[in-house]
Every structure is written in C-alpha cells, then in structure tokens.
C-alpha cells in the first residue's frame, strides 16, 4: 500500500515537472520578449536582432552565413564561433561539440546559442563574402543510378565567386519527410569561370532528407535558394606533383579542380585515382579522358573493386587504396586532394603516408 | 508498465527538436517502457537478444567499411555499403560520445529486400534494446531487422 502510494507519488511530480518543462520552452519561445539585442562582430560591425532567437538563425538573416551541415540542429557541430562578450553558460546540446580547449575559448555552437542580450563574437573575415543566392534548377541528369547531376542558374545574385573544390549549402524546402527547410552541403562541380550557374554531383542517400528531395521532388524550372561559398578545400599553389582520389560523389570538387588547371593552363603532373565498384557505379569518363587530351600531364586512373562480367573491364581492379600503392613509387614533391567517405580517406591517408607523402600535404573533404 | 523518472527525462531528449528535428518516438503515444518492453518481447519470441543483434549490425558495417564507400559483396549473398553524410549525433540515453552519422545500407541478394541502419541505431539496440518508436523516419522493426540480416542464436 505505502509502495503504491510512493509511486503514485513519484508518478505525480514526474508528470508535474515535465508539464512546467514543457511550459517553461513553449513560453520561452512564445511569449518571452527579449526585445532587440545588438550582435557585435570581430569589435568591427554591429547588427541590431530581436532577442531569443539562435545567435545562427539571427547573423543569417542579416545575410551572413556560419557553414552549417545539419541546418541548425544541433547535430554536426560545424557552426562554431567564438563569443567574446554575453554568452552565458553552456546548453547541454552544445557540450558534445565543444572540446576543453574550445570553452577556455569561449567557442560556442551558434545554433544552440540563443542571443538573448547584447553579444560580442569573432568570425572568420571571408565568412562575409558567403551570400545567399535565388537560382532555378535548369537540368537534372543522372549521371548513375543513384547520382545526379543538378544544374542551377543563378538568378539573384546572378555571379558567384568561389575557389575551385568549394561548397555551397542547398536549402531543401518544407516536404513530407521534412516539417522544416534544411540546408545541407554540396561541393561545386562547375569550374569558377562558370559564374552564372552551380553545378552539384549529389549521391542518393536512404532515408536522407536533401537527397531523397532531390531524386523525388525536385524537378526542372523549380526555384531554390542556396548559400556559399565555403570550405579550406582547393589547389594550393604550387609546382608539387598532385594525387587526386576520390569516389561516388566525391568526383565533384576534383572535376571542378581540373577544369579550372585546364582553363589555367596548368603543366603540373596530376594523378586522378577515381575508385567504383563497377562499371555502372563510373561516371564522367569520357570528360575525363578529354582531359586528357588537353591537360598535357594528367592521367585518369578508375579502379573497380568489384567489377561484373558484363563489364568487360581491363582496367585496375581492386580498391584505390591497393591501387593507389601500386601506381605511388615516391612521395617526395607529391601533394594529394581526397574527398570521398571517412573510410576511404583514412585509408588513402594511411596508403599515402606510407608512400612517403607528408600528412600536410594531403589535404582532404571528409563527407563526415 | 511504470514509466521511471529517468525514462521520462530520456523520453522527453526524444521529442522532436531535441537532439534531432524528428526525434527518435515518431507517432508513438506509449510511453519509452512500453516501447522497450514490447521490442524486448519481440526479441526474446526470436530466441535473441539484442546484443546479438547489434553484433551482426556491427559485423555487416565493418564489412561493408572495406568498401571505401561503394558497395562491397559478403558472404553469403548480401552486399554492403556504408555512407557517411556530415554530422554526428548524441545518444538520447545519455551515454558518453556522440556518433558520426553512418549508414550502413545491407541489400539482401536472396530476397531481395534492403535495410539501412546508422551507428547511433547500433548502440541504442546494443545497449538500450531501443529500435525507435512506431512511425519514426529510423524506427527499425526487430523482426524485419532480423529477417533481412539473417540473425541466429550462435550455436554454442
């Protein structure tokens, strides 16, 4: 009997404390007024919001756009940036994300940090270069069976600046496996001398949002925005030898790389290891074998792991990685671009290394 | 089944806007005992636990690694592929770590059927016995879960 009544009693304030929980958030966002609360940015520019609002959603409405994979959700931890005045405390769905060094730091996920008061932050300068641009979607080809080349022109603004090897963010609107638009990033395939379009090379994901968007509803003529430039991936400058290794959709950024060598007239030797597993997973071949042509010291090298006798393949067969180590001989002067799942970049790093090419000189687009 | 305290603060990271947009309950109206009861009753009918079943998950995800990203053939007739997309994910129970977002995708040849399932899925059913509640995006029904990947009590 007294066992009963202790659980009833526990029962109740269980129910009761997660009642006022649930009014406390459903009144923060509703009914508490914050008022506007002014965003001061590198000690520089100032930016008038309205309070409450994550600090992410607030600096993109005013145009300037943190690089965020998950569009807001708390989930792929790339919106860092450093607070330097009125932070406040921590939320539990940012600790995950935020190393020890990175609190002395006083770095903070700008999607789980609601400006609630006058703020001061620090971002990196070219993060105001980043627009958002209006653009419609003139072709949709597939390039497999389960990647899509999506082509998009721009239409406001109608010119993009970007490095060759960069990504935008595409926003996927309201659909039936999402309640809300999501952003979520896909390197450029176009060259940067094409200004006025965006080429993208997108892999169907199960069950993912964007992708399934993409395969299923996304159709010619449609309007769409997206957001960029970003990222650190892209040639350096140099005379070294390059080693390119990619796989599925990773051919995105390294076919955008090539094509602006071969606009540039570039004599550099490159390498192009491209790993499928057969025949029917390869795609672009013929534009890379006219690259070829016109870049007098590139070779396109496509491996299959796996391929099927229908193929007829007499080309490399095994992984890249197994390939790779056939074909590397020294690393010295060699430098190398990856981008392609963490498995296959990890052991490509492994592969590379091991060939003596040096861990700072292998730069890398994880899909991670 | 009583609801403890702790399952009800668990339930409640669960809700949509949480830790994810959609959240891990769905359309379910039972309370996180009941889904876990009842997914542990399914399991237990199959003369599994859920251990041996994250064991196979991990099995076919490790296999399917070796495809750097393609799809790579295991024996006996499946093929395994595993995706990665950008993000990581915490565990709604509140264990240490957070889970990058991997999608192990497992086609069964002999029957034709597909199922894809993450990391984070893995370690929930691991240690949790938790598959997602009815009507979620990433519920996976045990039974299923369990036909497609062909799971069998180890013999001793």
């Known amino acids: ?8 009693g526990i029962g109740a304030i269980c129910g009761v404390s997660t009642v006022l929980a649930v009014i406390m958030v459903i009144a923060d966002a509703t009914i508490a007024n914050y008022g506007e609360v002014k965003v001061r940015i590198n000690e520089d520019k100032e930016l008038v919001v309205p309070g409450g609002k994550p600090l992410l959603g607030s600096l993109m409405e005013q145009k300037i756009f943190i690089p965020s994979a998950c569009g807001g959700r708390g989930s792929c931890g790339l919106c860092k940036v450093k607070v330097t005045s009125g932070a406040g405390e921590y939320l539990a769905t940012e600790l995950p994300w935020i190393s ?13 940090l609601k400006v609630k008061k006058d703020i001061g932050i620090r971002i990196p300068e070219r993060l105001f270069n980043v627009k958002e641009y209006a653009a419609e979607v003139v072709s949709l080809k597939d390039l497999t069976y389960d990647i899509k080349q999506v ?3 721009l239409l406001d603004p ?3 600046v970007f490095k060759a090897g960069q990504y935008i963010q595409f926003q996927v609107p309201e659909y039936e ?11 450029v395939a176009s060259q940067p001398s094409v200004k006025d379009s965006v080429e993208l090379e997108i892999r169907l994901v199960p069950n993912g949002i964007c992708t399934t968007y993409v395969f299923e509803h996304l159709k010619e003529g449609e309007r769409i925005t997206i957001n960029g430039p970003y990222g650190e991936f892209f040639l350096r400058d140099s005379e070294n030898e390059i080693v390119f290794i990619a796989g599925g959709s990773g051919m995105a ?35 890379m074998k006219e690259l070829e042509k016109d870049l007098e010291n590139f070779s396109f090298i496509p ?48 592969t590379l290394t091991k060939n003596g090419i040096p861990e700072e000189l292998i730069y890398y687009d994880k899909f991670a | 089944m009583k609801q403890t305290v702790q399952l009800a603060r668990i339930q409640e990271k669960m809700r949509p806007g949480i830790i994810t947009r959609d959240g891990f309950i769905g359309t379910d109206r039972r309370n996180l005992i009941d889904i876990l009861v009842e997914d542990d009753a399914t399991v237990k009918r ?16 490790d296999a399917g690694l070796g495809g750097l990203g393609n799809f790579i053939s295991v024996t006996p007739h499946f093929e395994v592929r595993v995706d990665s997309v950008r993000g990581k994910l915490p565990c709604p129970f509140g264990d240490p770590g957070i889970f990058p977002k991997t999608n192990t995708t497992v086609n069964n040849l002999k029957t034709g059927q597909t199922i894809t399932f993450t990391d984070l899925h893995i370690h929930m059913i691991g240690s949790h016995g938790f598959y997602e509640g009815k009507g979620s995006s990433f519920r996976l029904e045990p039974a299923e879960l369990v036909s497609i990947l062909e799971i069998e009590k180890p013999h001793d």
């Not at chain 1, 193929?311 to 390939?323: F, H, R």
Request: include cysteine; aromatic fraction near 6%.
């Open chain 1, 158 to 160: 109608m010119e993009i």
């Open chain 2, 46 to 61: 199959m003369d599994l636990t859920h251990d041996i079943i994250a064991r196979r998950m991990i099995d076919l995800r």
């Open chain 1, 1 to 8: 009997m007294i066992t009963m009544q202790l659980l009833i």
């Open chain 1, 151 to 153: 082509t998009m022109k």
């Open chain 1, 177 to 187: 496996l999402s309640k809300e638009s999501v952003y979520r990033a896909y390197s």
């Open chain 1, 100 to 112: 020890e060094e990175e609190k002395k730091e006083n770095i903070h996920l700008s999607c789980q």
């Open chain 1, 253 to 287: 950024p390294i076919k955008s790389i090539l094509y602006d060598m071969r606009e540039k007239g570039s004599k550099r030797k490159a390498r192009y290891f491209f790993g499928a597993r057969a025949v029917r997973d390869l795609f672009l071949v013929e534009e």
């Open chain 1, 303 to 350: 491996a299959l792991s796996e391929p099927e006798e229908k193929d007829n393949w007499t080309g490399e067969t095994g992984l890249i990685t197994d390939v790779l180590d056939r074909h590397l001989e020294n690393g010295d002067g060699t430098e190398a671009y990856l981008c392609g799942s963490p498995g296959m970049i990890d052991a490509s790093i492994k």
